[in-house]
């Protein structure tokens, strides 16, 4: 088999670690496979790079914060590589240039165009194991280094597998699959042997944080096998998949929740056509990505209020621009929450199999959890409330659909 295997932070994150990768490296190769390698900065390099960089000027070009950040992940792969050839086995050190991994000038958030990948080809029919650089790639006019934005090396990883056609991509991190929910949060949590590409997702896309989101896009698209697995033990993983029949008898697969979410509310908007566009036009353009969005219309119908949620990492801005666009459009205010959170039930049965809603609502109502908005898909429900009650919902909603129980 050709095998990609992805190390993140915390795998990588001393000389002790990186020995540890590199033995699990050369033990897969020993057994009869060609493997690669993509690696993560160690772990709290990215943060320290980042806070050294606004300590010597806080509003650095995102060019050269590409510049700098790029670093950490060429520190692992040449330590890793290094670490394996220690072992008696061959390897080379590749950073996202030297892979082939073009992207767009987007610096600090680049979307990947092409993966060459010729490099790493010739190394594995040389033998060797080659250890690539994650979360990082080269302009297509090949004139300045970019990267992928957080999580961007499960990026790397699944592109690399695509371009060389890799029977598995294996992502290693500090968690032993995918689980119903957070463990931390409900103790009897169980691991998903499989997934479908749509429920990672979603998962993905609600708040776990165990696979970037676009990583998970990407190996959809490509259909590229996918399994999360720990590199601290040798418990097999979950695998991701296409989905199959057996997926769609689950409702439910998962709970997940998203505490990083703050609501804002224009009140009293004049009811009539363009106020929508005019408003979320002016949010869009400044690159805040909004997620739900709620209206409400008087009952005279001459005023509307209208209820969204951005990421708190944006609150600061889309206040601005929704305070500005409100004086002109002539509303009477807004008002920010900050105290919310996002609320998920995710299953590729809901498409096949109804009343997961009224569970999901019953649920929530029996524990006095009120409900501020409501989001829907094929295969997901989503609901904002307060956000002290964040895991007691996680907990209520993963007894009701009984997701301990295999």
């Given at each position: 088999?050709?095998?990609?295997?992805?190390?993140?932070?915390?795998?990588?994150?001393?000389?002790?670690?990186?020995?540890?990768?590199?033995?699990?490296?050369?033990?897969?190769?020993?057994?009869?496979?060609?493997?690669?390698?993509?690696?993560?900065?160690?772990?709290?390099?990215?943060?320290?790079?980042?806070?050294?960089?606004?300590?010597?000027?806080?509003?650095?070009?995102?060019?050269?914060?590409?510049?700098?950040?790029?670093?950490?992940?060429?520190?692992?792969?040449?330590?890793?590589?290094?670490?394996?050839?220690?072992?008696?086995?061959?390897?080379?050190?590749?950073?996202?240039?030297?892979?082939?991994?073009?992207?767009?000038?987007?610096?600090?958030?680049?979307?990947?165009?092409?993966?060459?990948?010729?490099?790493?080809?010739?190394?594995?029919?040389?033998?060797?194991?080659?250890?690539?650089?994650?979360?990082?790639?080269?302009?297509?006019?090949?004139?300045d280094v970019t990267t992928l934005g957080r999580g961007g090396s499960d990026l790397s990883a699944v592109a690399v597998s695509a371009a060389i056609k890799a029977d598995l991509c294996e992502i290693y991190t500090d968690v032993d699959g995918v689980y119903t929910t957070?463990?931390?949060?409900?103790?009897?949590?169980?691991?998903?042997?499989?997934?479908?590409?749509?429920?990672?997702?979603?998962?993905?896309?609600?708040?776990?944080?165990?696979?970037?989101?676009?990583?998970?896009?990407?190996?959809?698209?490509?259909?590229?096998?996918?399994?999360?697995?720990?590199?601290?033990?040798?418990?097999?993983?979950?695998?991701?998949?296409?989905?199959?029949?057996?997926?769609?008898?689950?409702?439910?697969?998962?709970?997940?929740?998203?505490?990083?979410?703050?609501?804002?509310?224009?009140?009293?908007?004049?009811?009539?056509?363009?106020?929508?566009?005019?408003?979320?036009?002016?949010?869009?353009?400044?690159?805040?990505?909004?997620?739900?969005?709620?209206?409400?219309?008087?009952?005279?119908?001459?005023?509307?209020?209208?209820?969204?949620?951005?990421?708190?990492?944006?609150?600061?801005?889309?206040?601005?621009?929704?305070?500005?666009?409100?004086?002109?459009?002539?509303?009477?205010?807004?008002?920010?929450?900050?105290?919310?959170?996002?609320?998920?039930?995710?299953?590729?049965?809901?498409?096949?199999?109804?009343?997961?809603?009224?569970?999901?609502?019953?649920?929530?109502?029996?524990?006095?959890?009120?409900?501020?908005?409501?989001?829907?898909?094929?295969?997901?429900?989503?609901?904002?409330?307060?956000?002290?009650?964040?895991?007691?919902?996680?907990?209520?909603?993963?007894?009701?659909?009984?997701?301990?129980?295999?």
């Open positions: 088999m050709l095998i990609v295997q992805k190390y993140g932070g915390t795998s990588v994150g001393s000389k002790e670690r990186i020995q540890a990768v590199a033995e699990r490296a050369v033990r897969t190769k020993r057994e009869g496979h060609d493997v690669v390698l993509i690696v993560s900065a160690m772990s709290g390099e990215t943060d320290r790079l980042i806070n050294l960089a606004q300590e010597i000027n806080p509003n650095p070009s995102t060019r050269d914060m590409d510049m700098l950040l790029s670093s950490g992940e060429r520190i692992s792969a040449a330590l890793t590589a290094i670490a394996i050839e220690a072992l008696g086995e061959r390897s080379v050190s590749l950073s996202g240039r030297q892979t082939g991994i073009v992207t767009t000038s987007e610096h600090t958030r680049a979307k990947i165009e092409k993966v060459d990948a010729m490099r790493v080809l010739v190394a594995l029919k040389e033998g060797r194991i080659p250890v690539i650089a994650g979360f990082q790639g080269v302009t297509n006019e090949g004139e957070d463990p931390n949060v409900v103790k009897n949590a169980r691991k998903l042997v499989k997934i479908s590409y749509d429920e990672m997702l979603e998962l993905a896309s609600l708040g776990a944080k165990v696979l970037q989101t676009r990583s998970v896009e990407y190996a959809k698209k490509y259909d590229v096998p996918v399994v999360v697995r720990s590199s601290f033990n040798d418990v097999p993983g979950t695998l991701v998949i296409k989905e199959d029949s057996e997926m769609e008898k689950v409702v439910v697969s998962g709970v997940a929740y998203d505490k990083n979410q703050v609501k804002l509310t224009v009140r009293g908007v004049p009811d009539r056509p363009g106020i929508a566009s005019t408003l979320f036009t002016s949010i869009a353009d400044a690159g805040i990505v909004v997620d739900m969005i709620v209206q409400n219309i008087s009952t005279d119908s001459k005023a509307a209020d209208i209820s969204f949620t951005v990421p708190k990492t944006d609150s600061k801005a889309a206040q601005a621009i929704t305070e500005k666009v409100a004086g002109e459009l002539k509303a009477e205010g807004v008002v920010l929450n900050d105290n919310i959170s996002k609320i998920s039930i995710i299953g590729a049965g809901m498409r096949t199999h109804s009343g997961a809603a009224a569970k999901m609502f019953q649920t929530l109502s029996s524990n006095n959890i009120n409900i501020m908005m409501i989001s829907t898909s094929e295969i997901k429900i989503s609901c904002v409330i307060d956000a002290k009650y964040t895991e007691l919902a996680v907990r209520e909603l993963h007894d009701a659909f009984e997701l301990a129980i295999a």
